[in-house]
């Protein structure tokens, strides 16, 4: 990792708790995604898009349409479709007509795609690994917990806020 500033460093101490903790979140969130993203280029020469968009089609062996796709990974249609494109040229997917709706199409994993996935996967979750192991096991527990906690606080807030 990096000595450069991050986010956190931008707040003061006298700065609210909340915003330091958000800070906090943010920056540890943004160092793993770095170093995944870092080890996907390096280690597979490929991106995390990518390995998300092959990822989401692992776990739907029929297949998902683009736009099943787009919502799954919260990006637009035009991202999926270029990273499908990519993908395609390559072997790794492939489109198959949906019989019922000639203008969509079912996006799946070839053999190969799904070879190439396996390797990446079993990297990607040792690299995941890693980052956490030197963290004491309670402390991981408390920190899922406490996450586990917060996103429901933020479910139901904007709940909350989506009635006003």
Avoid: Y
């Amino acid at each position: 990792m990096t000595d450069a500033p991050d986010l956190e460093s931008r707040a003061a101490p006298d700065d609210h708790h909340a915003l330091r903790l958000w800070l906090r979140m943010l920056t540890c969130a943004n160092l793993i995604e770095s170093e995944i993203r870092s080890r996907l280029r390096n280690e597979f020469d490929t991106t995390l898009p990518r390995f998300d968009l092959m990822a989401q089609l692992q776990r739907a062996p029929k297949g998902m349409k683009m736009g099943e796709l787009s919502r799954h990974m919260m990006v637009t249609n035009g991202n999926i479709t270029g990273i499908t494109d990519q993908l395609e040229k390559e072997g790794l997917v492939v489109r198959a007509k949906v019989e019922s709706d000639r203008r969509s199409s079912l996006i799946k994993l070839t053999p190969q795609g799904k070879k190439s996935f396996a390797r990446m996967a079993r990297a990607h979750e040792s690299w995941v690994k890693s980052m956490f192991e030197d963290l004491p096991e309670a402390s991981r527990n408390a920190l899922f917990q406490a996450l586990g906690e917060l996103k429901l606080q933020v479910v139901a807030t904007r709940s909350e806020s989506a009635k006003d």
